[in-house]
DNA sequence: ATGAAGTGGGAAAGCGCATTCCCATTGCAT
DNA sequence: ATGCAATGGGAATGCGCTTTCCCACTTCAT
């Protein structure tokens, strides 16, 4: 037995389908209170389910909106992924997931398979990257979504522009203050601190990765301070631990100078996972070494010691990639190019220089 | 400007629709390879992508696979969304997410919108819950899903089987040993353990949640031990604080006896908020209550103290799930009913009674 | 040389719905 | 009473694709 159709439901009533159409999904027009009940009443009885896919045909709008990201299980991510689930849901669209785990190649097949679904709309969070290998993967994926965009789709981004697109009207980006917010934390931290700073970052060429990477440096050095080395690592918290256990090793041969190393982690993930790695060589934070992270992950704002961070709305920021690439486009002027947040510093013990009490 | 059609590449083409449609995606018969040759070019040169609506439409078959979570921001299921777009990939196609914050009600509402999208199968993660007041949604909650499996749907369900669902050979469920797995952690648990033992558990009626607790007063009992008092409370991180500071007043005021409770909670995510608790009263784990978790959610493996857990294979299991729920139907025998994965206890710190060096 | 079997392309009929157009009916003003 | 606009339902078309069926042609065996 399969799925009853709007032309039974029609004969069911004894009216016809396209009446039986006005009635059960929205239409300028409405039918007779009576004729409609009695539509209502045999869709009922039907167990009667539009066909979205043939609705969907029939309006060339899906009520699809397609989600780009590395990992859905990486806390970032998925704090995103709540709110843009969330506006899906305000606006009555569903979410169409796809993961990638951060290679242009795969979102590029991600946005195809999105445009093939005729999705209203893409969000595509996590940095992409401009590493040297990836130029023409990434330049189809700027293609793709030009693309995508000149056959009428929205798309939202969270972090930056997609480099390399050009259509006119069909971004929407989401700008977040990386650089500024880590610049910000820099200064807060070299304020009271006298060690030198390293910085564990993601591979060279992940864009949100630089960005907070350069935000750092500028930071220490309007606060006076020369330049801190980078340990590029993966960018997740496999990356964290490896960074992590080099640092060990060299805070353990001494060459910390006497000070504590302040380590600005350039996410939180990476944090966690280089203070593991601390740990399992016996060493102490904040005693033995400072750390600070980026994102305030949700589900890290537990963890002992507190970490030392700079908290992102990641849910708002989902959000507003979702509701900017919606299709209210007639655009209410071009106020809608752009929508911006902003995160805080949060000071925590991860970074104390008193030493605590416990 | 409109996405080409199959019809534009193949009159470029000089073929017959039929033709191209058998060229650009996989059918039967395989047209001549100097047509087909012509067929990609066109495509190409147009940037043909096929409409998978109107494909859907003609094929009956849509490539979509839809997800019910309570909450994708929860560790918890992210980690098996990720298993399930694993799978999904595998299998050429796409999923669609739905989140319901665990109530009957939205679950339907997904599970009729996956219908109306025509997805292949549904996978169903989260417990339901069997509170009284639910009973009418729960009804129509497994309705909604049989009528989805008779009109050929398959779906495929984490932990138990859809109470009130009937449809014969449609679902396909996970078995997670919830109870025997709570069971064997308190034997092991009351080996070393003299102080009374506290469950934290979610809302009562929460499926899972009352598995564990059952499962876990049965190894107690097992174990000669009395049944331990149930707090119940929210079955996320803020439940699990709120019972955490219950606790916590009652140690301070000495009604653990001398002795350390040790505290079951009932997720992870909830002995997390529970620590948090006590910390935030001046406690200390293990030194002054030891506590337990389940799921060993992969982002807290890295929290202080340790936490003493239950692994379960997360991913896997909602692998299970859509790979056991997926069409290869014409079953190889009935051998696809039910897909089982087991867990592992795992002692940590937390629960360590030995107190720690450190 | 002839027929049967096989090969490969095209025409056409839907898939389930929205929507445009058309037509019958009604209400109103004249 | 007559004409008009407004109202509301139905027929038909098309969205973009798959698939069945048909037909022209080739190839082989006889």
Known sequence: MTASTLSEVAKLAGVSPATASRVLNGSARTPAPEIAERVRQAADTLGYIANAQAQGLAKARSGLIGLIVHDIADPYFSAIARGVQAAAREQGKMVLLATTEGTPADERAAVAAFAARRADSIVIAGSRST???????????????DRYCRNGGKVGVVGHSIVGASHPDGYHVVD????????????????????????????????????RIRGFQRGLSDAGLPEAEVIRSRFNREGGYEAGLQLAARIKAGQSGGTRFCIFAANDV??????????????????????????????????????????LPLEEIGRLAALGSSNDRDGSEDASAHSSVTGTVVLRRSTETASAPG
């Open 131 to 145: 590493q040297p290998g990836d130029k023409d993967s990434n330049t189809e994926l700027a293609a793709e979504l």
């Open 270 to 311: 990476m944090a966690i996972g280089a203070v593991a790695a601390l740990r399992s060589e016996g060493l102490r934070i904040p005693r033995d070494a400072l750390i600070a992270g980026f994102d305030d992950i949700e589900t890290l704002r537990d963890f002992r010691p507190p970490l030392t961070t700079v908290s």
């Open 176 to 211: 977040v203050p990386n650089e500024e917010l880590a610049a910000k934390l820099a200064v807060e931290l070299s304020a009271g601190t006298q060690g030198d700073f390293v910085i564990i970052g993601g591979p060279e060429g992940r864009l949100t990765s630089d960005d």
